[in-house]
């Protein structure tokens, strides 16, 4: 508010001095705005988030609508960047407020805006919603070049669908007249040719494909060559694997280059499946280390990036609470002396209260979010990890590509910790059922499967079987860790509306003070959300006897 006065009692002075008939529409300058972009292009995202915050109060305050809508727009992509994708979505849609569709001007910003949009709701799996914002940034688009932009955008959302004739009418579109920036047309070409193959087994897309490549080397366009790099090894992994594990192996040189841990996995990905026994289990650890960091980084970038943004919204809710007096105050002079006092007292005890309960709603919400991440990195990473390597440990001859389906698997889900990946549609559910628990199987231990059959699980719903896998699998987890069991049985079945599952081994069973893990515990908790109930029975060196039961529908 001072340097607000401060200008505009500046302004007064030059207007008084200024000739009349020459009179000048001065321009507020806004410092914030400009800080923030020189932090953003040096690559310093939390200093312009912040910024551009302080740049939107300032546009506020002097009624610039399309100053705030462009601040916001920017806090978005930074917000985007740091994997906030919700809180990148939540800013645009705030954004979309301050544009103004019959203002021309406004045109290209609505268009950023929207594809912003887009590529954080294509990121939340969303994919109809991504369309829908792709689509309305082409239409608010200023220029063929980012017109073509968006369509590669849209392509890539029907190539990922299987909807290939339309993907490939996309990226000839975009493919088509003048192209302005070279690497976004070697982004499309190499699109276009993957596409065309993956419709039809046959078609060469060589000739594309090395001309987008060319074209990424002369560019120094180091993502681009990643991506080409990646393209390759898909493209000869059957016709010629010796070749596909080259291409492997130098996009992840260059993902090592880029320090792009993502693309890193990917390309391990690959070599693993290609590579022969002893190399691939080598590069198999490594990525079984560099997976767990990544997982790390991401939590920890997000959990900080979330921290900045819950003081950001914490000073717009103090600033409110600041105007609100200030205009409590100006009433109380108005009115009597004697109100003065009651309501600033009044005002600063609301404040006081409001304060402490957004910092404790932040405090517990970073808290629960920290929780929930570490039970489903226990749950879903780790417990995976385990029942993946237990399989390469107990079966040599093991599926090579069945192995990497599952690491495959693990990695999606890694990268966003809080998307629960559905049930395989594909495959029955007492199947899923018998591979996990014969998946512990070894020449020491052996396992039984009695009652596991399609009929029993039939009216058990989809939240419920995915609780019981994690149980299972922890059950069985636990027994390979500590029972030290030659045997261990898991029998199922029905009687009337409950479904019972008796788990016995012939270990040496657990101490009547025994403290339960971590997995245990979880394990309780997941029995307890399906309102089911579990019982131990066990006598120190003579084994363990557990039953499980859950109701049905």
């Given amino acids: 508010m001072k340097r607000l006065a401060f200008f505009l009692i500046i302004l007064q002075i030059v207007s008084a001095c200024t000739d009349k008939t020459t009179e000048k529409k001065l321009v507020p300058v806004n410092p914030a705005y400009e800080r923030a972009y020189a932090f953003r292009d040096s690559g310093i995202a939390d200093s312009a988030f912040i910024n551009f915050d ?18 916001l727009l920017n806090m978005a992509i930074i917000a985007g960047d740091k994997s ?16 103004n569709a019959s203002k021309k001007k406004h045109h290209v910003y609505i268009s950023s805006n929207n594809n912003n949009l887009g590529i954080v709701t294509y990121r939340l799996h969303d994919n109809v919603n991504a369309l829908r914002f792709y689509n309305i940034a082409i239409q608010y688009s200023q220029s063929a070049a980012e017109t073509k932009m968006y369509l590669n955008n849209i392509g890539t959302i029907y190539r990922e669908n299987n909807q290939y004739p339309k993907a490939i009418k996309i990226f000839s579109q975009a493919l088509a007249g003048k192209t302005v920036y070279p690497k976004e047309y070697a982004r499309t070409l190499c699109n276009l040719a993957i596409t065309k193959w993956e419709a039809n087994p046959a078609y060469n897309a060589v000739p594309q494909m090395q001309r987008a490549l060319q074209i990424r080397t002369q560019q120094k366009d180091q993502l681009g060559l990643n991506a080409s790099y990646y393209h390759f090894a898909t493209y000869y992994e059957k016709s010629s694997p010796a070749l596909a594990l080259k291409y492997a192996q130098k996009m992840y040189a260059v993902a ?131 029942q993946v390597m237990t399989e390469i440990e107990n079966k040599p001859g093991i599926d090579r590509d069945y192995v990497l389906d599952k690491i495959e698997d693990l990695y999606e889900k890694s990268r966003d910790i809080s998307y629960e990946k559905p049930l395989s549609g594909g495959q029955p559910y007492h199947q899923l059922v018998s591979e996990l628990l014969s998946s512990f199987a070894s020449e020491q231990t052996k396992v039984l499967i009695a009652g596991n059959s399609a009929e029993l699980w039939d009216k058990v719903t989809d939240p ?45 069973g657990m101490e009547k003070e025994a403290k339960f893990n971590n997995g245990l515990r979880n394990t309780g908790n997941r029995i307890d959300s399906i309102g089911g109930g579990i019982t131990f029975d066990s006598i120190p060196g003579r084994g363990l006897k557990i039953e499980i039961f859950f109701p049905v529908p």
């Avoid at 302080?54 to 601040?71: E, P, T, W, Y």
């Avoid at 906030?84 to 544009?99: H, I, T």
């Avoid at 922890?474 to 009337?496: C, Q, W």
């Fill in 54 to 71: 302080n740049a939107k109060d300032f546009f506020l305050q002097i009624g610039d609508s399309l100053g705030v809508g462009k601040c």
């Fill in 464 to 508: 419920v079987r995915y609780e019981l896998l994690q149980i299972l699998q922890e059950l069985m987890i636990n027994m390979k860790k500590h029972s030290g069991a030659g045997n261990a049985v898991v029998r199922f079945e029905r009687e009337g509306s409950m479904v019972k599952i008796f788990y016995t081994d012939n270990g040496k």
């Fill in 84 to 99: 906030d994708n919700l809180g990148s979505q939540e800013l645009s849609l705030n954004a979309q407020k301050y544009f």
């Fill in 256 to 386: 090592q280059l880029n320090q792009r841990a993502d693309d890193q996995l990917l390309a391990l990905q690959k070599i693993i499946k290609l590579s022969p026994d002893e190399t691939s289990k080598r590069y198999f650890n490594i990525y079984t280390v560099k997976e767990d960091s990544l997982t790390t980084v991401n939590n920890a970038s997000k959990n900080q990036f979330a921290l900045i943004r819950y003081e950001v919204e914490k000073k717009e809710a103090d600033n409110l609470l600041m105007q609100k007096d200030n205009q409590n105050k100006q009433y109380q002079i108005i009115l009597l002396a004697a109100g003065l006092l009651i309501t600033i007292v009044g005002g600063l005890f609301v404040y006081r209260r409001r304060r402490q309960k957004i910092a404790l709603n932040a405090q517990t919400a970073i808290r629960e979010n920290q929780l929930r991440t570490s039970k489903k990195v226990h749950d879903v990473v780790a417990n995976g990890l385990y």
